[in-house]
């Protein structure tokens, strides 16, 4: 089957438009994917986790998620002779130069302030009334690693789905 058409000054005003219009959505289709990512992202994160607001600059949009909250920070990396063996996955990790047991504590552990919500079993109370636990480290968490994996993976389906939601036929 041979499919022809002719060029008109008419149909070609109707493509330029069309298209047109597509590249002026672009900055909204794209801020709508990120919308639906970052949200996803939220799901399984430490508490306190905030979006980053996206910003739209010369084609690129980009938004994330974090949390300023030091503690989380040791959550998702680990620490102490325990995260050494058990350790985040990320390279970059390394080049920023995370330690493991930087006090060398070993298998020792060491004592850290508390209060009374924190799970850890091994508590005691100092003379001056101060809780502390006794810790060895902790395991890497890794959800801000997992949610970035997960990310990574949905993007594809969520922007086919926002993509086909701005186009005319569905497909494109």
């Not at 590249?23 to 289709?29: F, G, R, S």
């Not at 920070?73 to 102490?80: D, I, M, V």
């Not at 050494?84 to 298998?107: I, M, R």
């Amino acid at each position: 089957m041979k499919r022809t058409t002719k060029l008109t000054p008419s149909n070609i005003d109707y493509l330029i438009k069309k298209y047109q219009t597509k590249l002026d959505n672009y900055p909204k289709i794209m801020k709508e994917i990120m919308e639906k990512l970052v949200n996803e992202m939220l799901d399984d994160v430490y508490p306190d986790t905030e979006i980053i607001p996206i910003k739209q600059n010369k084609g690129k949009t980009v938004s994330g998620i974090r949390n300023t909250n030091p503690k989380w920070t040791y959550h998702e990396y680990g620490t102490g002779v325990i995260g050494s063996q058990f350790p985040h996955v990320s390279e970059v990790l390394k080049k920023a130069g995370w330690k493991y047991d930087v006090n060398q504590h070993g298998e020792s552990g060491w004592w850290y302030p508390t209060n009374e919500s924190d799970p850890n079993p091994y508590k005691w109370r100092s003379t001056d009334g101060e809780l502390h636990g006794w810790t060895k480290g902790l395991v890497a968490e890794r959800c801000f690693y997992d949610a970035l994996e997960r990310a990574k993976e949905r993007l594809p389906d969520i922007a086919e789905e926002i993509f086909n939601k701005y186009s005319e036929k569905g497909v494109d």
